[in-house]
């Protein structure tokens, strides 16, 4: 079984468009996980079906028993985040301020002060209009932790992937080199990058080509809209050959790509045969550079 994590430098690069037509292409010998649990929208082209859900807990928040709390407001004292507000008579947390320090929980000297595991988001096992499976999530509006909840994703669809005997795991990855994409790179086999041939675009490949170094991770390129900027896109080439990393293929830029996502459908799905072919070749030319990883 062999893990396959699509990342990207920056966001709308068509990470996740393209990440879902492999996903069509690669039929029922795959498990999807998608890890860009910020921002979570593979959902909207592979039609998913909740068959199972779950909330997902981690980290902690203050929160004070007013009945207990005898007003003495050293808890507003030490907290260095102004997570701690007084209201009139009353001393309140701020849940959006608080980090979890349980700084204010240790010296409160009538114990009315609790640390409360937080709920911040849920995931998902869904079966998708291919037939294969997907574990997806969702992170809470200004909730923590996101990292947390892509390992809770990845390790999901690995058990799947090996109950099943899938001999792939096809993970969507966030955009940049924060944690959810460290968590997402954990454990991977190979490593694709999609980029646009733009400054920042290619800026930001490099920075994340670093990330993934550091993990000592084979990879592969993918250039989307690759003829808006053909100097760029020559840049690109090259730093790939010298980086040693795989040319998988260019994309040119074409309005059945943005057609198809408005439609609620992937790429393979598109009127494009041109894209559709592309797409095919591209997702085998990972199979030959992952076949003997």
């Not at 037509?21 to 929208?41: H, Q, R, S, T």
């Not at 808006?228 to 830029?253: L, T």
């Not at 095919?280 to 990972?286: E, H, R």
């Amino acid at each position: 079984m062999k893990e396959i994590v699509v990342i990207s430098g920056k966001g709308g690069t068509g990470k996740t468009s393209i990440t879902a037509a492999f996903a069509m292409l690669a039929g029922k010998n795959v498990v999807i996980a998608d890890c860009d649990v910020d921002a979570a929208d593979m959902h909207l082209l592979l039609e998913p079906y909740f068959a199972h859900s779950e909330d997902f807990y981690s980290g902690f928040k203050a929160k004070i028993d007013q009945s207990l709390c005898m007003k003495c407001g050293k808890c507003k004292q030490v907290c260095r985040f102004d997570a701690v507000q007084k209201d009139t008579d009353y001393f309140n947390i701020i849940n959006l301020n608080c980090e979890g320090c349980a700084y204010c929980a240790e010296i409160c000297p009538v114990n009315a002060i609790q640390m409360v595991e937080q709920n911040v988001g849920k995931w998902y096992i869904s079966r998708i209009k291919s037939e294969a499976q997907m574990v997806h999530a969702r992170l809470g509006i200004g909730a923590d932790n996101s990292g947390k909840l892509v390992a809770k994703v990845k390790k999901e669809a690995k058990n799947i992937a090996q109950e099943t005997k899938k001999d792939f795991i096809l993970v969507d990855g966030s955009p940049g080199i924060g944690c959810p994409v460290v968590s997402s790179l954990s454990g991977a086999d190979y490593v694709i990058l999609v980029t646009e041939p733009t400054l920042s675009g290619f800026h930001d490949m490099k920075r994340v080509f670093e990330l993934v170094q550091n993990f000592k991770i084979p990879s592969g390129c993918i250039i989307n809209k690759f003829d808006i900027n053909a100097e760029i896109s020559e840049k690109i080439h090259d730093f790939c050959e010298k980086n040693n990393m795989d040319h998988i293929s260019d994309i040119p830029y074409d309005e059945s790509f943005t057609a198809a996502m408005t439609q609620g459908k992937t790429i393979i799905e598109s009127n494009s045969e041109t894209l559709k072919n592309i797409l095919s070749d591209s997702w085998k030319n990972i199979l030959l550079f992952t076949d003997n990883l």
